[in-house]
Structures are given as structure tokens and as C-alpha cells.
């Protein structure tokens, strides 16, 4: 087992609670019984008490998701926030559904420290959002962005869902470009797949096509650059350096905590897995299990991660990096793969920096997949 690190700096809250689930969602949510969402706030402090007890925390992103956060009241959030220490540079976000959002809410917010929204928008066609199950209109998504504004958010994320059936390039670029009138700090993007428990599932044979998606991909990819945004990650976007805090340590295979139903965590080298149940999840925090359904994370599985992860990005990682960390050379021990994948033009070896290459990106997985 890797030794205990000397601090934690991201922590992972969700709340798996939605007045209706969307229907290509595979997360675990629940519609809310009377009383149960501030049970669940109760229970969640006892978790929180614990990793705030027997971890060290030096927070530098809290990142509550779900389900949808955005239900949680005034009294909830504080009472939650206040369980954690953090300051102003802490990046704290909540994802919202844009018909949650009014001033009262997003003033609720800013006062208890969320400086960041991760919104919910997913499409400015009605259609679309017909489709996609979602309990909000294209009218709701301009007024929810204007009132976080309004009420002084200077960072904010959309996420854009693309591949929808029987959706056509000009679909996504209508919607992408009402977008970029909003001006978010972030964009998060997510090609529509469709699991087999999914309300949707039915719909699966009338989503588009590999190529066409790709040209999806490429075109919200070319879109963006040309409006000055960067891409820092395959299916991340932001303005002026806005990156994900939070998401940015995922990838770069950083420590967390995750609380709630569901929820994973990362210590110490032991990644660890909630129980998807409100129910199963109350029994384990009030009988004391914490990080059940562990599984330690030895050197081979943390070197295939570790590459998995950072190809994930766009700067990639650099071989001296991986050198330091896992005592070997990457280019020696995967030349094979290395040479194949440069010879394919997917893969680059540049400025010692190993990375895919924009041709690579949509089809990321075939490459990482060699590497598991």
C-alpha cells in the first residue's frame, strides 16, 4: 500500500436526488420522499465528519453533483459547507438545473461560497430537450444563465449534449453558437450514449452514426477555437484559463474524497465505492464503514491509469514525469505502441511531452485501450 499523503485537496459530494430522471441517465438518482433530503443532509455531515476527522484536508475544489444539487435549500447547503474548511480560492461548484435557478437560490449560493455553476443546459433546440427528458425549456436556460449573472457568477459551465437522434450538424452548431452569446467560462461536452437501463435505450439504433458524430466533434472542437476558446481536455473547453479545478484532478490522478450514495473516493491509494442506495448508504455511514468497497491500487494499475488519465488531456504528460514517478522509461517499455500510434498519426512525442493528437481524439479509445 502507498504511504498516507499529507494532504487531500479535492472532495466529491453527491446528492442523488431529481424530481424526474432524464432519459438517458444511468446515475443513481431517486425522486424525493417527504423528509428524506434532510436525512440525507444529516447523514452526509456524519460522512463529512469523519474524512474531516481522520483525513487532512487543504481544499483546493469541492464539487457537488448528481442527481441534482440544485434542490437543496438555504439551510441544507450552509449546513453542509460548513462542515468543510476552505477559502475564497477554493473552487466550490454546484450543478443546477436551469429551471431550479431564481436570484434568491443563486444568492443562497454565492453566500455560502459556491463560486462556480456547472449548468445543465444541454441543448437550446425544444425538440432536443423533448427528447432528451429534460424538465427545463430553451427560455429557462437564457433566463437561468442572465440571473447567475445578475447575481455576480463569473464562472460558469454549460454542458452540451450532441449526438442525438436524427440530430444533423447544423443542430449542434445553432445551439453552440447561442452558447457562445452567453459566454460561459466553460464548456463540457458529451457525445449522447445510450445504456441498456436507460429510459431511452430503445433509441439507440437512431443515433447518428460513427462518422457523423465524429463530424460533430470536430466542428464543436473547430468552433470554439475560432472564438478563442482552448481545449484542455477531449471533452472540456474553457476561456481565459477557466479549466475544472476539480475534473483536472481526476485526470491527473489526484487524491479525493467522495461522499454521498454512490460516490467514489481516492486515498491513500485505495479507491473506494459508496453504496448506490439511499437506504444501503445510511446503514454504512451510521455504522461506520467508511471507504467500503475498496479496492488498493497497486503500481501496475496505477502506471495504466496514470496514462489513461493524462492522454485525456491535451498536453498529455511528460516522459520524465512518468519516469520519475514509475521508475521507468515509457518509450522503451511501450516503443511498439508508441511507434504504431506516431506512424498513425495519432500519438506525438513533442517537446517531451507525450500526447494524442487532434486526429486521435474522437477515437481516444481505441488508442488507450492498448494501454490497459
Not at 435505450?201 to 470536430?218: I, R
Not at 488498493?296 to 520519475?324: H, M, N, P
Amino acid at each position: 500500500m502507498r504511504k498516507e499523503i499529507e494532504q487531500i485537496r479535492h472532495f466529491y459530494i453527491h446528492v442523488p436526488f431529481c424530481l424526474s430522471k432524464c432519459g438517458y441517465c444511468s446515475f443513481y438518482s431517486k425522486e424525493p420522499e417527504a423528509g428524506e433530503i434532510d436525512n440525507y443532509c444529516r447523514t452526509l455531515i456524519k460522512e463529512i465528519a469523519y474524512y474531516r476527522t481522520n483525513k487532512k484536508l487543504a481544499l483546493e475544489s469541492i464539487y457537488f453533483g448528481g442527481g441534482t444539487p440544485s434542490l437543496l435549500s438555504k439551510t441544507q447547503i450552509e449546513s453542509i459547507l460548513n462542515e468543510l474548511t476552505f477559502d475564497s480560492a477554493c473552487e466550490v461548484t454546484i450543478e443546477a438545473n436551469p429551471g431550479d435557478v431564481n436570484p434568491a437560490l443563486a444568492d443562497v449560493w454565492l453566500q455560502a461560497g459556491i463560486n462556480r455553476i456547472s449548468i445543465g443546459l444541454q441543448s437550446m433546440q425544444p425538440e432536443e430537450l423533448r427528447i432528451l427528458g429534460r424538465r427545463h425549456g430553451v427560455e429557462e436556460n437564457y433566463a437561468a444563465v442572465n440571473t447567475l449573472r445578475e447575481s455576480g457568477f463569473t464562472n460558469i459551465s454549460f454542458d452540451l449534449i450532441y449526438g442525438l437522434p436524427q440530430q444533423s450538424l447544423a443542430d449542434v452548431k445553432y445551439s453552440l453558437e447561442e452558447y457562445m452569446k452567453l459566454s460561459p467560462e466553460h464548456l463540457s461536452t458529451y457525445c449522447l450514449s445510450l445504456a441498456d437501463d436507460c429510459r431511452l435505450a430503445y433509441l439507440k439504433k437512431q443515433l447518428p452514426d460513427d462518422e457523423t458524430e465524429s463530424e460533430m466533434y470536430y466542428m464543436i472542437r473547430q468552433v470554439l477555437q475560432q472564438n478563442g476558446w482552448q481545449q484542455y481536455e477531449l471533452s472540456s473547453f474553457s476561456r481565459n484559463n477557466r479549466h475544472s479545478v476539480h475534473n483536472s484532478a481526476y485526470w491527473q490522478s489526484r487524491e479525493y474524497v467522495g461522499c454521498g450514495p454512490s460516490a467514489s473516493g481516492y486515498i491513500s491509494g485505495i479507491r473506494y465505492q459508496n453504496s448506490a442506495n439511499l437506504n444501503l448508504w445510511r446503514e454504512q455511514v451510521l455504522s461506520g464503514r467508511f471507504m467500503p468497497n475498496n479496492e488498493e491500487i497497486d503500481e501496475t494499475l496505477r502506471e495504466k491509469e496514470y496514462i489513461i488519465l493524462a492522454l485525456r488531456t491535451t498536453q498529455g504528460f511528460k516522459s520524465a514525469d512518468f519516469k520519475k514517478e514509475f521508475k521507468i522509461d515509457f518509450r522503451e517499455k511501450y516503443s511498439e505502441k508508441l511507434v504504431k500510434f506516431q506512424n498513425l498519426k495519432l500519438l506525438e512525442l513533442a517537446d517531451g511531452y507525450i500526447r494524442l493528437t487532434p486526429e486521435g481524439y474522437f477515437i481516444s479509445n481505441e488508442v488507450l485501450s492498448e494501454f490497459v
